[in-house]
């Protein structure tokens, strides 16, 4: 019976021991912070590291669900943190500072000139741009190699990330997230106490930016004769030289928090071709606006900016920046909107900004492919954690070497097309000179006429044939009679002749050596080409030829093989009245050419002939001759 009694009172010490080690397990407890990012922000965390660093420790009472329970005192990692707030008049000069530390004296007050860190970041609104500016100083002084600060790191494999912090404490966490665009983005700091779980959501956001042209389609309602218009974005269009292209920039305004200054800078690259254009007629508009996602048409216009609240310029793009002598190959367009970090608010925060301006198709536009293109890209703050004063001449924009964000580069291109003829004999094809040709059409704004001209020159590389042409082979026994002159050089020059924009347009130009004449700078459209003056020997073509050319640009403009398709049907009547249709394609560099043919004339027959007219004119005349004589000698 004893050893039973001893038995139970062992087996009861053990019991006891164990639910002491259980109670023990249960007051232990797991501190942990969640990172996830704002519901409404675009961003990926996912290969992204995060930082925990404890500012304060914590301790608090039982009930942890009141603030007042809730005791900190500095770590170890920041005991030497100071942190100075500056107060500045209307001037930027410094009128007042004071210093917030934890730093104490062998007494254990805070010594003297400063005052108690941890009241000062008490006192603090959340969220509020001086947190803010305190986590930036915080955070800096912790990335210091030289204050040794502890740090715990846990990299994000999927969209939220979990760090286990281990113990209690004010945490200030930072880390980095990417955009949509695959581009990388600074969180702003975020502090929070973890008591004994909490979550942060990654103060990080980005803006991104869309470039498009604007297509406008007018349509007139045959019964009621009312006019309406639409427009279309697209990615490419075609148009003719003296067209005005207008562009749209679609971007929003991004979340904002923790930044004191935010830069949003425009740069728009426009080829040789196209020259920007900024009157009372096609303006710079910049507005900020909510959109119907589900009509994607303007609902509310809630800003449009003014001249003074951003800046425009504009400068050449030189083939060799470094080199003031280099070929100007565009123009580079940036606007940069003026005091951005204003628009920090619920009124703005996710509207759509849009950006509209215009640009002409000038005299340098490339005929066909690769096109006239259009690049635009945004330059935005990435660092809430990095503080800036911007470009002393434009504080808007950043100090030169500054990095800051980038989104990719957005493309659109304005393509343009052209008519060449060769005038051929229609038996040989024989390339024939002398023909003259004018084209009107129904999209033409402005025509560059081109041609071969020849100027005699010792370092030429033609020689004149007698039938008018020129040729690069050089005469021999057997050819010389061919030639005008087997000594005689000449050099090709192309000369360039412009029909100005009018309304109606009548363009007439006179092939070249070889049979060639370019209309260039013409649209999609239909258009008339009249023979005005035949090659000599030959007859003319009397109706217009009729051409109609469409046009199917590139889906994605960014593809190496991006090209504008041209296809086009030519219908008329040949110089002996015989009906004709071509019609084909130019998918190589976007000009349209096809051949028109002349056959030679013919004297026509006659009967009678003008030599016996002459004859019976002529015996007619002796007949008078004769009677007037005798009457004469009568008299006598």
């Given at each position: 019976m004893r050893k039973m009694k001893k038995f139970a009172s062992l087996i009861l010490a053990v019991i006891m021991v164990l639910s002491m080690t259980v109670a023990a397990f249960a007051e232990e407890t797991e501190y942990k912070i969640t990172v996830e990012p704002q519901e409404s922000s675009k961003i990926s965390l996912t290969g992204n590291t995060y930082y925990a660093y404890k500012l304060f420790d914590v301790t608090y009472a039982s009930d942890k669900t009141k603030e007042l329970g809730y005791a900190y005192t500095i770590a170890n990692g920041f005991k030497n943190f100071e942190y100075v707030v500056e107060e500045k008049n209307e001037q930027g000069e410094v009128t007042n500072s004071t210093t917030y530390s934890e730093k104490r004296d062998a007494t254990g007050h805070i010594i003297e000139g400063h005052l108690s860190l941890i009241e000062y970041v008490g006192s603090l609104d959340k969220d509020s741009d001086a947190l803010n500016k305190f986590a930036e100083e915080a955070l800096a002084y912790a990335q210091n190699k030289v204050n040794n600060v502890p740090v715990i790191e846990k990299k994000a494999t999927e969209s939220s990330v979990v760090i286990d912090v281990g113990e209690p404490g004010y945490y200030l966490v930072a880390?980095?997230?990417?955009?949509?665009?695959?581009?990388?983005?600074?969180?702003?700091c975020a502090l929070s106490t973890a008591a004994p779980f909490v979550t942060v959501k990654v103060k990080a956001d980005a803006p991104t930016l869309e470039k498009k042209i604007i297509e406008t389609t007018t349509e007139k309602d045959e019964t009621t004769e009312e006019v309406t218009t639409s427009e279309e974005l697209v990615d490419a269009n075609n148009a003719a030289i003296g067209d005005t292209v207008n562009y749209q920039i679609t971007s929003r305004v991004p979340n904002m928090t923790g930044y004191e200054k935010y830069y949003f800078i425009v740069h728009d690259t426009l080829s040789k071709g196209l020259t920007f254009t900024n009157d009372a007629t096609h303006p710079v508009t910049i507005q900020i606006v909510e959109i119907d996602e589900t009509t994607e048409k303007i609902t509310k216009v809630i800003k449009t900016l003014t001249e003074q609240e951003y800046t425009l310029e504009t400068s050449p793009k030189k083939e060799d920046p470094t080199d003031d002598d280099s070929e100007v190959i565009g123009t580079e367009l940036t606007i940069a909107l003026k005091n951005f970090k204003d628009y920090d608010t619920p009124e703005y925060v996710n509207k759509t900004?849009?950006?509209?301006?215009?640009?002409?198709?000038?005299?340098?536009?490339?005929?066909?492919?690769?096109?006239?293109?259009?690049?635009?890209?945004?330059?935005?703050?990435?660092?809430?954690?990095?503080?800036?004063?911007?470009?002393?001449?434009?504080?808007?924009?950043?100090?030169?070497?500054?990095?800051?964000?980038?989104?990719?580069?957005?493309?659109?291109?304005t393509y343009i097309t052209g008519i060449e003829l060769t005038k051929v004999d229609q038996n040989t094809t024989k390339p024939l000179i002398g023909a003259e040709f004018k084209i009107t059409g129904t999209k033409i704004n402005k025509i560059k006429i081109l041609k071969d001209v020849f100027n005699e020159a010792t370092d030429g590389t033609y020689y004149q044939l007698k039938d008018g042409t020129y040729t690069e082979t050089a005469p021999n026994d057997s050819t010389i009679n061919d030639y005008v002159d087997g000594i005689a050089k000449y050099k090709k020059n192309v000369t360039v002749e412009w029909n100005e924009k009018t309304e109606k347009v009548s363009a007439t130009g006179e092939v070249g050596f070889n049979g060639v004449i370019r209309f260039d700078g013409l649209a999609e459209g239909e258009y008339n080409i009249e023979e005005i003056t035949a090659p000599d020997g030959y007859n003319r073509i009397i109706d217009p030829i009729k051409v109609i050319i469409t046009c199917v640009e590139p889906d994605d403009v960014d593809s190496q093989n991006a090209v504008a398709r041209w296809t086009y049907i030519a219908t008329?009547?040949?110089?002996?009245?015989?009906?004709?249709?071509?019609?084909?394609?130019?998918?190589?560099?976007?000009?349209?050419?096809?051949?028109?043919?002349?056959?030679?004339?013919?004297?026509?027959?006659?009967?009678?002939?003008?030599?016996?007219?002459?004859?019976?004119?002529?015996?007619?005349?002796?007949?008078?001759?004769?009677?007037?004589?005798?009457?004469?000698?009568?008299?006598?």
């Amino acid at each position: 019976m004893r050893k039973m009694k001893k038995f139970a009172s062992l087996i009861l010490a053990v019991i006891m021991v164990l639910s002491m080690t259980v109670a023990a397990f249960a007051e232990e407890t797991e501190y942990k912070i969640t990172v996830e990012p704002q519901e409404s922000s675009k961003i990926s965390l996912t290969g992204n590291t995060y930082y925990a660093y404890k500012l304060f420790d914590v301790t608090y009472a039982s009930d942890k669900t009141k603030e007042l329970g809730y005791a900190y005192t500095i770590a170890n990692g920041f005991k030497n943190f100071e942190y100075v707030v500056e107060e500045k008049n209307e001037q930027g000069e410094v009128t007042n500072s004071t210093t917030y530390s934890e730093k104490r004296d062998a007494t254990g007050h805070i010594i003297e000139g400063h005052l108690s860190l941890i009241e000062y970041v008490g006192s603090l609104d959340k969220d509020s741009d001086a947190l803010n500016k305190f986590a930036e100083e915080a955070l800096a002084y912790a990335q210091n190699k030289v204050n040794n600060v502890p740090v715990i790191e846990k990299k994000a494999t999927e969209s939220s990330v979990v760090i286990d912090v281990g113990e209690p404490g004010y945490y200030l966490v930072a880390g980095s997230a990417t955009t949509d665009d695959n581009k990388t983005v600074t969180a702003a700091c975020a502090l929070s106490t973890a008591a004994p779980f909490v979550t942060v959501k990654v103060k990080a956001d980005a803006p991104t930016l869309e470039k498009k042209i604007i297509e406008t389609t007018t349509e007139k309602d045959e019964t009621t004769e009312e006019v309406t218009t639409s427009e279309e974005l697209v990615d490419a269009n075609n148009a003719a030289i003296g067209d005005t292209v207008n562009y749209q920039i679609t971007s929003r305004v991004p979340n904002m928090t923790g930044y004191e200054k935010y830069y949003f800078i425009v740069h728009d690259t426009l080829s040789k071709g196209l020259t920007f254009t900024n009157d009372a007629t096609h303006p710079v508009t910049i507005q900020i606006v909510e959109i119907d996602e589900t009509t994607e048409k303007i609902t509310k216009v809630i800003k449009t900016l003014t001249e003074q609240e951003y800046t425009l310029e504009t400068s050449p793009k030189k083939e060799d920046p470094t080199d003031d002598d280099s070929e100007v190959i565009g123009t580079e367009l940036t606007i940069a909107l003026k005091n951005f970090k204003d628009y920090d608010t619920p009124e703005y925060v996710n509207k759509t900004i849009i950006v509209k301006y215009s640009a002409v198709i000038n005299n340098d536009a490339v005929i066909g492919n690769p096109g006239n293109d259009n690049v635009a890209h945004l330059q935005y703050s990435n660092n809430p954690n990095k503080k800036v004063d911007g470009d002393p001449d434009n504080p808007d924009k950043p100090k030169p070497g500054e990095v800051i964000g980038e989104t990719p580069k957005d493309k659109v291109i304005t393509y343009i097309t052209g008519i060449e003829l060769t005038k051929v004999d229609q038996n040989t094809t024989k390339p024939l000179i002398g023909a003259e040709f004018k084209i009107t059409g129904t999209k033409i704004n402005k025509i560059k006429i081109l041609k071969d001209v020849f100027n005699e020159a010792t370092d030429g590389t033609y020689y004149q044939l007698k039938d008018g042409t020129y040729t690069e082979t050089a005469p021999n026994d057997s050819t010389i009679n061919d030639y005008v002159d087997g000594i005689a050089k000449y050099k090709k020059n192309v000369t360039v002749e412009w029909n100005e924009k009018t309304e109606k347009v009548s363009a007439t130009g006179e092939v070249g050596f070889n049979g060639v004449i370019r209309f260039d700078g013409l649209a999609e459209g239909e258009y008339n080409i009249e023979e005005i003056t035949a090659p000599d020997g030959y007859n003319r073509i009397i109706d217009p030829i009729k051409v109609i050319i469409t046009c199917v640009e590139p889906d994605d403009v960014d593809s190496q093989n991006a090209v504008a398709r041209w296809t086009y049907i030519a219908t008329g009547k040949d110089s002996t009245g015989k009906d004709f249709s071509l019609n084909g394609n130019n998918n190589t560099d976007g000009r349209i050419a096809f051949n028109i043919t002349n056959n030679k004339g013919t004297l026509l027959p006659s009967t009678g002939g003008i030599g016996t007219t002459i004859f019976y004119a002529a015996g007619i005349i002796l007949m008078a001759g004769a009677v007037f004589f005798v009457v004469r000698r009568k008299k006598a």
